[in-house]
């Protein structure tokens, strides 16, 4: 078992930043490749970005990229996104999500074995 919990979320004007941080504990955590998904009023669920387990290789949503950076913290368990420039558009839950794949180049998906319970972002325009 994975426990994932997230902490950062809130109102940010647009423009803005704002970090999100998402504490893993549990049984190999630091070999899984963590990630985020954002999932807005009546849209489904999204992925936004992952990191592998080295810390090495990381993917990102195109509506993403140029703008949010992920990054981790093994000594910590720890997975932090720090987003910039964001946009009404990036409101919604953000969720932490762990795979116990090594995921180096496409998008999390199905292989997500663990989530948080989820963090609100909202951005004003």
């Known amino acids: 078992q994975v426990q994932l919990v997230e902490s950062g979320g809130g109102l940010v004007q647009a423009g803005g930043s704002l970090g999100l941080s998402c504490a893993a504990s549990?049984?190999?955590?630091?070999?899984?490749?963590l990630g985020w998904f954002r999932q807005a009023p009546g849209k489904e669920r999204e992925f936004v970005a992952s990191?592998?387990?080295?810390?090495?290789?990381?993917v990102y949503a195109d509506s993403v990229k140029g703008r949010f950076t992920i990054s981790r913290d093994n000594a910590k368990n720890t997975v932090y996104v720090h987003m910039n420039s964001l946009k009404p558009e990036d409101t919604g839950v953000y969720y932490c999500?762990?795979?116990?794949?090594?995921?180096?180049?496409?998008?999390?998906?199905?292989?997500?074995?663990?989530w948080g319970q989820g963090t609100q972002v909202t951005v004003s325009s």
């Open positions: 999500a762990a795979s116990p794949w090594d995921i180096t180049a496409q998008a999390m998906g199905a292989d997500v074995a663990y």
């Open positions: 549990g049984r190999a955590s630091v070999t899984y490749t």
């Open positions: 990191i592998d387990s080295s810390a090495g290789n990381t």
